[in-house]
């Protein structure tokens, strides 16, 4: 798949681990209630979509600002180095 070679390659730039832009939002699933408190404080549209089952993070709009990991009652989120 052409996504995850190019998500290899950026993770093995060094710069990522000093460019924030390289940061990368993680949610771990086992946490996530689905209360949906991050899809509502999200500044963009579509970066956070809640299913019936799980939250899926769509990364190319996600802007890395923060604010959901900053809400999140259950800790579930963070932003962390894009590294492998
Ligand atoms: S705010 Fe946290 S617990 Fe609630 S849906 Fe988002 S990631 Fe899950
Ligand atoms: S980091 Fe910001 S833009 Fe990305 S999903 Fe969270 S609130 Fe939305």
Known sequence: MPGSGE?????KNPENLQ???NL???LDM????RCG???????VDGALILHTT????VHEK????????????????????DRP
């Open 19 to 21: 460019n924030p832009r």
């Open 62 to 81: 996600c802007v890395r600002c923060g604010q959901c990991v900053t809400v999140c009652p259950m800790g579930a989120l963070s932003l962390q180095s």
């Open 7 to 11: 998500e290899e390659k950026r993770g």
């Open 24 to 26: 990368r939002l993680h």
């Open 37 to 43: 408190a991050c899809v509502a404080v999200c500044p």
């Open 30 to 33: 086992e946490k996530c209630m």
């Open 54 to 57: 799980y939250l899926e993070i």
